[in-house]
């Protein structure tokens, strides 16, 4: 079992950055594969970035590549994600998420344990 804890979330113009993290606690955070997943209001929930339990490879949805930098530190058990050159359409709330095995992963149903949220807000 693993708990996770989003923050770094809020408002913020477009074309400014925001860093999200994600704090986890339980079983060893090195074991699973980390993504970061969102929600905008009245859609389906998608894939933002995932990353292998390693930190070695990363993989990116096409609508953030070269904006968004996913990252994690296995000995504090936090993920990160770096979010520059933010637009209105990434407005959402963002949830990280673990996965059992290497990764990393772009499908949801990869992933056994989720956080809350934090919610994150661009203005035009």
């Known amino acids: 079992q693993v708990r996770l804890v989003e923050s770094g979330g809020g408002l913020v113009q477009a074309g400014g950055s925001l860093s999200l993290s994600c704090a986890a606690s339980?079983?060893?955070?090195?074991?699973?594969?980390m993504g970061w997943f969102r929600q905008a209001p009245g859609k389906e929930r998608e894939f933002v970035a995932a990353i292998s339990r390693s930190g070695g490879s990363t993989v990116y949805a096409d609508s953030v590549k070269g904006r968004f930098t996913i990252s994690r530190e296995n000995a504090k058990k936090t993920l990160a994600l770096q979010m520059n050159s933010l637009k209105p359409e990434d407005t959402a709330v963002y949830v990280c998420?673990?996965?059992?095995?290497?990764?990393?992963?772009?499908?949801?149903?990869?992933?056994?344990?989720w956080g809350q949220g934090t919610q994150v807000t661009v203005s035009a």
């Open positions: 339980g079983r060893t955070f090195s074991s699973y594969a």
């Open positions: 998420a673990a996965g059992d095995g290497v990764g990393p992963y772009r499908m949801q149903v990869l992933y056994n344990y």
